[in-house]
């Protein structure tokens, strides 16, 4: 099965923006497992702004585009290298991906990002893929992956993927009452349940951009999950236990 596993910035960072190390490698154990159990897995993380803004001392994310991409730049390689010893301690190596909007809009490069992708899967290494903010001047579009989870059903359409995962900080979507819905067939009905805009201050996503893009992934017949990024959940998904909110895939 080929999996993508889509991780949001404050499921793996603390409020300051620190990568939180215990929520990492609990992360990468589970895909690690996921990996030693057969599937391929391509791995879209955010977090790279955030550990930009602790690093550099500030009190929240920018609204700056060139502050934006200076945090990239400083805390794309503090996540990287955290993923590359976290990874390593599993006997798996990672490859690092970094795109934007303009990767997708001409068929040529998409192709090629496919192709680098797929290559990469093949030889046993795991794709970490985010937005590159470095370069990105989307926002000023009115374009935004909204904290990759956009971004996350490209690359599971871009390489058929059997399988997306959202993780988040919550156990899936949740009723009126704050409770877990486990099966949801139409997320055009889901989106009466979340308030639009509704995101953190270290990250530029939530609930109805994460809805956005399950509703994409559905209809492209893609089966796709929310879950909870702070738990492990990864595996006891995949082995169909009642973890999540699923979506199920149906191609039109």
């Avoid at 030889?123 to 009115?142: M, Y």
């Avoid at 139409?186 to 893009?213: C, F, I, Q, T």
């Avoid at 089966?223 to 909110?245: H, M, Q, W």
Wanted: aromatic share 4%.
């Amino acid at each position: 099965m080929r999996i993508v596993v889509k991780v949001g910035t404050h499921a793996i960072a603390a409020k300051s923006g620190r990568p939180d190390h215990r929520a990492l490698g609990r992360l990468v154990s589970q895909l690690s497992s996921l990996r030693k159990m057969g599937h391929e897995v391509v791995f879209v993380s955010s977090g790279a702004v955030a550990a930009g803004v602790e690093s550099l001392g500030l009190k929240s994310r920018p609204t700056d585009t060139n502050d934006i991409q200076m945090c990239a730049a400083v805390g794309q390689a503090r996540f990287i290298c955290e993923y590359e010893r976290l990874f390593e301690q599993h006997s798996l190596k990672i490859g690092q991906i970094l795109l934007t909007h303009a990767d997708f809009e001409e068929r040529r490069r998409s192709q090629n990002v496919k192709k680098s992708i797929e290559h990469l899967v093949k030889a046993g290494i795991v794709p970490v893929i985010n937005e590159n903010d470095v370069v990105a001047d989307d926002e000023l579009k009115g374009l935004t992956f909204g904290d990759n989870d956009w971004l996350s059903f490209l690359i599971a359409r871009l390489v058929k993927a059997d399988l997306l995962v959202l993780l988040t900080t919550v156990d899936g979507l949740l009723d009126n009452n704050g409770k877990r819905i486990a099966l949801i067939e139409n997320p055009r009905l889901a989106m009466r349940l979340v308030r639009a805009g509704e995101k953190g201050k270290l990250s530029k996503g939530g609930m109805d951009s994460k809805l956005k893009a399950v509703r994409a992934a559905v209809k492209s017949g893609i089966d796709t999950y929310i879950a909870n990024g702070r738990k492990s959940v990864l595996v006891p998904l995949i082995e169909g236990k009642n973890v999540g909110t699923f979506f199920p895939g149906s191609a039109l």
